[in-house]
């Protein structure tokens, strides 16, 4: 409900955003796409026989420009992955919503592969490269293969909503356009990133934790490591200036919820290696980690949300554009670089959802 | 995570009504009774099928069950199977698009055909030059219209649609304006604030609307060759000032009528105002930029400011201003006032475009017509006198505003027709008319 309240603004005046592109959904042409993907593969490939990058955290320079990204290794392993019945921190909750803590049970054993994850969430620094060609569009060099990854149609209206760009998360965005930047960024770099899966980022966030929260039950020292409704003055903040979790992850919990790359799906109770729910439909996705517009409860490591067309109700056309969540101004990503590359069909799959085209 | 139903008690209301189909519908449906005393069907006809107006029909369609799309017009066949495909994809009301090709009408005058087809409730989404015509000619022909902003691009244009209006109501037709903002519920919950006085006596209204262009002017070059004047002017509508009233009157007008909204819908004495164009016009007569002053006849004046240049600061907001306290809308997702009274908005937001379909749909099965002239006259009429204000680079008066003799809609139109374009607007030269 709370986050229902915070979008709104401006969507009167998406009235231009109806293009063709959108009309006829996020990849027009799936042939050429693959083919791209094949090309940014061989790339990610032969980078790899060059210079595999190397255990440890590392900074990542977006080539050719000053924006930069830090990522921190996340260990292979095995954790519980959900809550089970009555630890959901009940003295908390509000009792009237009891289907969030259905949706997270039953808990179960998930085993999941080695990746790096960047540290914070991805900001308007990073994410407006992609958004505006001209953004920085003397220090790019024409790329084929990065050109031909499609890219948001220019947005009408200023996507902060006067929160502040330098430093703070990117929000708003669909999980196709999420999709699109880490296609855009692997094709860049040489290096494959992609959305985590719903299961990555909760045992990412757990950080080796089965507590409520990484660091225990008491949601009070929530106000240490996350902005959340009780602290964040009805804003976003800048990424980073909490406390990270215990595997140096920043802003986990709060400040924007992340895309995951799941369908949002019930829990099955046997073992599993490596979950993912590729996406069947266009909603619901899988969201994780509450945001500034959430109360403790839902910033729970176990915690999901559900993705919602609400998230776009203000934007007036039809179609509806593929790439803004207009109303969902607390919604954001980050990615993660999976230590073992995969081949070229998942690589087409992690970055084509194909549900783009939503209305 | 879904909005509640806000529509619960039409709901209802129809359970019941269904039920007792026959002596009890009496007066309460009046201009659908007529037409449709088996089904209960509200057929719903629309002018213009861009993405707008295939919006404003998804809308009319999940607003009543019984609401069915049976006929559109457009000028171009294409931009009409992409609005019937679009809506036929929605799970739900996708099966209420019943638009035969007999019923699919092309042409300048197929707003007519549209009428004529036999339907109810008329949704008017064209460029906004066309809107008076097109509102005339449904109220005369007894249907209820969801009329989109602005309501017109001229003085003549916003009188002929204010006398529309008052036939409309005569008629006990119910005619609704796209001004959103008004069936924001959390707008609207702003508003109350300030009317019941929690920043003091409003002295001020700085409100602005910096955007990227909206559909920028092709180059000459792609214009196909033998396409006429008027066929090229309005595939690309935005750029003529007869079609789209300029920046100021086709977009900035929603920071317009909240202005309107803060002042009572009073209207303001007088205004001066900057504007221009610093980006090439590309063979299209409008501005890129406008500062507004308004005076209001309390001392309070209001300022708006807008601009379609790429790669500008952007924002699009509304600061207010009074004796005890100032409040905020769109610097952060939540409305704010501060100082002797302090509030944010809380609570759950509904769609504003669903609801304003939701409002006229339940006002035409209750037989309690709604009425939006007066407002969305004044409001298009406050962001016109600004443009005339940034055109002749003179103080307009009110008065002199609505009395105004421009005539921008041509005298005679044809698909293939000839049609100049007259040269942008030259404050200190160009007239006030």
Same mark, same amino acid.
């Given at each position: 409900m709370w986050r229902l309240l915070a979008a709104f603004l401006a969507a009167a005046m998406l009235a231009a955003a109806g293009t063709d592109q959108q009309a006829t959904g996020g990849n027009p042409d799936p042939a050429k796409e693959r083919a791209n993907v094949e090309r940014i593969y061989a790339r990610i490939q032969a980078q790899q026989r060059e210079s595999a990058r190397k255990p440890g955290a590392a900074r990542v320079t977006i080539p050719n420009t000053t924006v930069s990204y830090d990522i921190v290794p996340v260990p292979a392993g095995e954790f519980e992955m959900g809550s089970a019945a009555g630890d959901t921190n009940q003295k908390d909750a509000s009792q009237k919503d009891a289907s969030r803590k259905k949706d997270e049970q039953p808990r179960h054993k998930v085993r999941v592969d080695a990746f790096w994850m960047q540290a914070r969430e991805v900001t308007w620094d990073e994410y407006r490269l992609f958004m505006f060609d001209a953004q920085g569009a003397a220090a790019n060099p024409k790329e084929a293969l990065v050109d031909a990854v499609s890219r948001p149609t220019r947005p009408y209206v200023e996507m902060s909503f006067g929160m502040g760009i330098d430093g703070f998360p990117a929000i708003s965005m669909t999980q196709h356009a999420a999709n699109k930047y880490a296609e855009w960024l692997s094709a860049k770099l040489g290096e494959f990133y992609r959305l985590p899966t719903e299961a990555e980022w909760e045992y990412a966030c757990r950080a080796g934790s089965a507590t409520a929260y990484p660091f225990g039950d008491d949601p009070s020292k929530l106000v240490d490591y996350a902005w959340y409704s009780a602290n964040s003055d009805g804003k976003y903040h800048q990424v980073g200036t909490k406390k990270p979790n215990q595997w140096g992850l920043y802003d986990m919990l709060g400040n924007v919820m992340e895309w995951t790359l799941d369908q949002y799906a019930p829990y099955k109770a046997a073992a599993e290696s490596n979950p993912w729910i590729a996406a069947a439909q266009p909603y619901p996705h899988a969201v994780r980690g509450g945001s500034w517009n959430d109360p403790a409860d839902m910033l729970r490591c176990a915690a999901r949300v559900a993705s919602d067309p609400? $998230?776009?109700?203000?934007?007036?056309?039809?179609?509806?554009?593929?790439?803004?969540?207009?109303?969902?101004? $607390?919604l954001g990503f980050r990615l993660v670089r999976p230590v073992k590359i995969p081949g070229v069909d998942q690589m087409y799959r992690y970055w084509n959802s194909g549900v783009e085209d939503d209305q | 995570m879904k909005n509640a139903d806000s529509n619960s008690g039409r709901r209802d209301f129809l359970k019941t009504t269904s039920t007792a189909l026959g002596a009890a519908i009496g007066a309460g449906f009046p201009a659908i009774l007529s037409a449709q005393?088996?089904?209960n069907a509200i057929k719903v006809g629309v002018v213009g099928c861009g993405g707008r107006g295939s919006g404003a029909a998804a809308q009319a369609l999940q607003a009543d069950e019984y609401a069915e799309l049976t006929a559109v017009a457009e000028v171009d066949q294409s931009h009409v199977e992409r609005c019937l495909q679009n809506l036929k994809r929605n799970a739900k009301n996708g099966a209420r698009v019943k638009v035969d090709p007999a019923n699919q009408f092309i042409g300048l005058d197929a707003y007519q055909k549209v009428i004529d087809s036999g339907v109810d409730v008329v949704l008017l989404a064209t460029p906004p030059g066309f809107r008076p015509t097109h509102l005339a000619a449904c109220i005369a022909a007894n249907k209820h219209v969801f009329c989109e902003k602005p309501v017109s691009t001229d003085a003549p244009g916003v009188r002929w649609v204010g006398e529309t209006a008052a036939k409309a109501a005569e008629k006990k037709l119910s005619l609704v304006a796209g001004f959103c903002w008004r069936y924001s519920n959390m707008i609207q919950d702003t508003f109350a604030q300030v009317e019941s006085g929690a920043i003091g006596r409003l002295v001020a209204y700085y409100a602005t609307y910096y955007t990227n262009p909206v559909k920028p002017m092709p180059p000459a070059s792609s214009r196909p060759a033998g396409m006429s004047d008027v066929e090229w002017q309005i595939r690309n509508w935005y750029n003529f000032v007869w079609l789209c009233g300029d920046s100021i009157v086709e977009q900035a007008v929603h920071s317009a009528d909240k202005i309107s909204w803060a002042m009572n819908d009073v209207a303001p004495a007088s205004c001066v105002a900057v504007g221009g164009r610093t980006i090439p016009a590309e063979g299209g007569n409008i501005y890129d930029h406008f500062e507004v002053s308004y005076l209001y006849p309390n001392g309070a004046r209001a300022f708006l400011a807008n601009r379609q240049i790429v790669g500008c600061y952007n924002e699009n907001s509304d600061y207010m201003l009074g004796t005890d306290g100032t409040c905020t809308i769109g610097r952060g997702p939540i409305p704010k006032i501060e100082g002797k009274v302090n509030w944010a908005y809380s609570g759950q937001k509904y769609d504003m475009y669903q609801r304003e379909h939701d409002l006229l749909f339940d006002s035409i099965r209750k037989g309690k017509p709604m009425n939006d002239g007066k407002r969305m006259t004044t409001t298009t009429m406050l962001a016109i006198m600004g443009r005339m204000a940034a055109y002749t680079g003179k103080q307009v008066t009110w008065d002199e505003a609505v009395n105004s003799q421009e005539k921008l809609y041509p005298e005679q139109l044809a698909w293939d027709g000839k049609l100049d374009v007259p040269s942008l607007a030259r404050p200190g030269v160009t007239k006030l008319v």
């Amino acid at each position: 409900m709370w986050r229902l309240l915070a979008a709104f603004l401006a969507a009167a005046m998406l009235a231009a955003a109806g293009t063709d592109q959108q009309a006829t959904g996020g990849n027009p042409d799936p042939a050429k796409e693959r083919a791209n993907v094949e090309r940014i593969y061989a790339r990610i490939q032969a980078q790899q026989r060059e210079s595999a990058r190397k255990p440890g955290a590392a900074r990542v320079t977006i080539p050719n420009t000053t924006v930069s990204y830090d990522i921190v290794p996340v260990p292979a392993g095995e954790f519980e992955m959900g809550s089970a019945a009555g630890d959901t921190n009940q003295k908390d909750a509000s009792q009237k919503d009891a289907s969030r803590k259905k949706d997270e049970q039953p808990r179960h054993k998930v085993r999941v592969d080695a990746f790096w994850m960047q540290a914070r969430e991805v900001t308007w620094d990073e994410y407006r490269l992609f958004m505006f060609d001209a953004q920085g569009a003397a220090a790019n060099p024409k790329e084929a293969l990065v050109d031909a990854v499609s890219r948001p149609t220019r947005p009408y209206v200023e996507m902060s909503f006067g929160m502040g760009i330098d430093g703070f998360p990117a929000i708003s965005m669909t999980q196709h356009a999420a999709n699109k930047y880490a296609e855009w960024l692997s094709a860049k770099l040489g290096e494959f990133y992609r959305l985590p899966t719903e299961a990555e980022w909760e045992y990412a966030c757990r950080a080796g934790s089965a507590t409520a929260y990484p660091f225990g039950d008491d949601p009070s020292k929530l106000v240490d490591y996350a902005w959340y409704s009780a602290n964040s003055d009805g804003k976003y903040h800048q990424v980073g200036t909490k406390k990270p979790n215990q595997w140096g992850l920043y802003d986990m919990l709060g400040n924007v919820m992340e895309w995951t790359l799941d369908q949002y799906a019930p829990y099955k109770a046997a073992a599993e290696s490596n979950p993912w729910i590729a996406a069947a439909q266009p909603y619901p996705h899988a969201v994780r980690g509450g945001s500034w517009n959430d109360p403790a409860d839902m910033l729970r490591c176990a915690a999901r949300v559900a993705s919602d067309p609400s $998230w776009k109700q203000q934007d007036p056309q039809l179609p509806k554009s593929i790439w803004y969540e207009t109303d969902a101004q $607390w919604l954001g990503f980050r990615l993660v670089r999976p230590v073992k590359i995969p081949g070229v069909d998942q690589m087409y799959r992690y970055w084509n959802s194909g549900v783009e085209d939503d209305q | 995570m879904k909005n509640a139903d806000s529509n619960s008690g039409r709901r209802d209301f129809l359970k019941t009504t269904s039920t007792a189909l026959g002596a009890a519908i009496g007066a309460g449906f009046p201009a659908i009774l007529s037409a449709q005393t088996v089904t209960n069907a509200i057929k719903v006809g629309v002018v213009g099928c861009g993405g707008r107006g295939s919006g404003a029909a998804a809308q009319a369609l999940q607003a009543d069950e019984y609401a069915e799309l049976t006929a559109v017009a457009e000028v171009d066949q294409s931009h009409v199977e992409r609005c019937l495909q679009n809506l036929k994809r929605n799970a739900k009301n996708g099966a209420r698009v019943k638009v035969d090709p007999a019923n699919q009408f092309i042409g300048l005058d197929a707003y007519q055909k549209v009428i004529d087809s036999g339907v109810d409730v008329v949704l008017l989404a064209t460029p906004p030059g066309f809107r008076p015509t097109h509102l005339a000619a449904c109220i005369a022909a007894n249907k209820h219209v969801f009329c989109e902003k602005p309501v017109s691009t001229d003085a003549p244009g916003v009188r002929w649609v204010g006398e529309t209006a008052a036939k409309a109501a005569e008629k006990k037709l119910s005619l609704v304006a796209g001004f959103c903002w008004r069936y924001s519920n959390m707008i609207q919950d702003t508003f109350a604030q300030v009317e019941s006085g929690a920043i003091g006596r409003l002295v001020a209204y700085y409100a602005t609307y910096y955007t990227n262009p909206v559909k920028p002017m092709p180059p000459a070059s792609s214009r196909p060759a033998g396409m006429s004047d008027v066929e090229w002017q309005i595939r690309n509508w935005y750029n003529f000032v007869w079609l789209c009233g300029d920046s100021i009157v086709e977009q900035a007008v929603h920071s317009a009528d909240k202005i309107s909204w803060a002042m009572n819908d009073v209207a303001p004495a007088s205004c001066v105002a900057v504007g221009g164009r610093t980006i090439p016009a590309e063979g299209g007569n409008i501005y890129d930029h406008f500062e507004v002053s308004y005076l209001y006849p309390n001392g309070a004046r209001a300022f708006l400011a807008n601009r379609q240049i790429v790669g500008c600061y952007n924002e699009n907001s509304d600061y207010m201003l009074g004796t005890d306290g100032t409040c905020t809308i769109g610097r952060g997702p939540i409305p704010k006032i501060e100082g002797k009274v302090n509030w944010a908005y809380s609570g759950q937001k509904y769609d504003m475009y669903q609801r304003e379909h939701d409002l006229l749909f339940d006002s035409i099965r209750k037989g309690k017509p709604m009425n939006d002239g007066k407002r969305m006259t004044t409001t298009t009429m406050l962001a016109i006198m600004g443009r005339m204000a940034a055109y002749t680079g003179k103080q307009v008066t009110w008065d002199e505003a609505v009395n105004s003799q421009e005539k921008l809609y041509p005298e005679q139109l044809a698909w293939d027709g000839k049609l100049d374009v007259p040269s942008l607007a030259r404050p200190g030269v160009t007239k006030l008319v």
